[in-house]
């Protein structure tokens, strides 16, 4: 029999106005692909979870009802200097704890209503993430720092593109170290929150942010680089490897759920006639993709604000994400890839530097920040031969890098078997 509960009064037996004692694990519904690919109710155990009606544990803390705007003409963010003095400049209204409802059904926690499905899914959504970076990625708890504030249906503005509220997304947003889960209007199928592929990738955005950018809101390298109104080839790198790899990643995360490996993870969301090519687009198990002569040099000559402006990110990092899919997939190393990925994005070592300490290194001279030096930390960090070779030959043949450039000046880069796959046609040198 159901029996309709505000959870933290009848199942925690709490007093109002008291604050929710350490409950983790708790047991609850949220809605997971299956293996037919319907998302259906199924029983999970949140890990993380400290206030399950607030949504707040120690992977994420759930706002609602924020108002954020970002506008170059705003004053107050204008004259921010501090990453705080930022983040309180974009926050126009804060908002408050959400307040989630369920059903008691013995002992699982069932949402009451919509708002606490889509929540609930997505805390379980995010501590996957977070849970696939830490075992998976190997990156300590520690790393992640404090829960990262997920603004719920917040009125998200970017004042230079539109008075109106940006609606149909979900994002890792780096100026307040926090996600939002923005309200939906066209994509109808299913939510993005509910989406585990989707939120693996905003989730790897937090991880590159924290590890390849040094944690900083505003990455050095990134603004330094696309400051000028001139070509930002090293900031366009960046930028796609950020994009490709949380693609790569969210790949790799549902390749432990419920339904199994899914390169297709975008068609339950993105789906039809406007959305549709999304899924195509970025559909890793696609092999036949190549590197352009077009791509490279808009990847070389544009700024990073044309470069993303036109989602050439997104086309550069796809190739990216689907040499490494198919170097890891054939070679039967997935996860010892992903693991070299993830330890690629901040080394100290000088013989094998991250990619934090090679754009660190060339900030003078962005035009040195190459693809082959990028992708190059990726290869330094495998230690397996045979995956390194297949890493070298997906990305000299879908990224078009020449042996030369991609091996450089260390012997050990490449194994001398590695000349390239036989996928794509090669380009003529640039000039
Ligand atoms: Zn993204």
């Not at 993430?129 to 075992?135: I, K, S, V």
Request: one cysteine or more; a negative charge; hydrophobic letters at 40%.
């Amino acid at each position: 029999m159901l029996r309709t509960v505000i959870a933290a009064t009848a199942v925690l037996g709490l007093g109002v106005g008291c604050a929710p004692e350490s409950s983790a694990p708790v047991k609850v519904s949220a809605l997971v692909l299956n293996s037919n690919g319907e998302y259906a109710p199924q029983e999970v155990e949140l890990k993380t979870i400290s206030d399950i009606v607030g949504l707040n544990g120690s992977v994420a803390d759930f706002r609602g009802g924020a108002r954020i705007v970002f506008d170059s003409q705003d004053q107050d963010l204008a004259t921010a200097r501090t990453p705080e003095a930022i983040a309180a400049a974009l926050l126009k209204e804060e908002g408050y704890d959400v307040s989630a409802s369920y059903i008691d059904q013995g002992g699982v926690l069932w949402p009451a209503d919509f708002h606490t499905w889509n929540m609930v899914t997505a805390y379980y959504n995010l501590e996957r993430a977070f849970d696939y970076f830490q075992n998976v990625g190997n990156v300590p708890a520690a790393d992640f720092k404090k829960p990262v504030t997920t603004y719920y249906f917040p009125e998200f503005v970017i004042a230079d593109v539109d008075k109106d509220p940006l609606l149909d997304n979900a994002l890792y947003f780096s100026l307040m170290e926090s996600f939002m889960v923005l309200p939906f209007d066209k994509l109808q199928r299913a939510p993005l929150a509910i989406n585990a592929g989707i939120i693996a990738h905003e989730y790897s955005h937090r991880v590159f942010n924290l590890k390849a950018y040094g944690g900083s809101p505003i990455p050095e390298a990134l603004s330094f680089w696309s400051s000028s109104a001139g070509p930002s080839p090293g900031a366009n790198i960046l930028k796609a490897f950020d994009e490709g790899l949380a693609d790569y990643h969210a790949y790799g995360s549902t390749c432990r759920s419920t339904k199994g490996c899914d390169a297709k993870f975008f068609s339950t969301s993105f789906h039809g006639e406007t959305y549709g090519q999304i899924t195509t687009n970025r559909d890793l198990s696609n092999t036949s993709r190549c590197m352009t002569s077009a791509l490279r040099e808009q990847l070389r000559v544009m700024n990073l604000g044309e470069f993303s402006g036109a989602g050439k990110e997104y086309e550069v990092g796809t190739l990216l994400a689907s040499a490494l899919y198919q170097a890891g997939e054939n070679t039967g190393q997935r996860e010892v890839l992903i693991r070299s990925i993830v330890a690629a994005y901040n080394d100290e070592d000088p013989k094998k530097p991250g990619l934090f300490q090679l754009a660190k290194n060339n900030l003078s001279d962005q035009t040195k920040f190459t693809l082959a030096v990028a992708a190059g930390a990726i290869i330094t960090h495998i230690t397996d031969l045979r995956l390194k070779e297949a890493v070298c030959n997906e990305l000299m043949d879908h990224l078009q890098i020449p042996r030369e450039q991609l091996v450089g000046t260390d012997p050990n880069m490449c194994p001398a078997s590695a000349n390239g796959g036989t996928q794509c046609t090669l380009l003529p040198p640039e000039e």
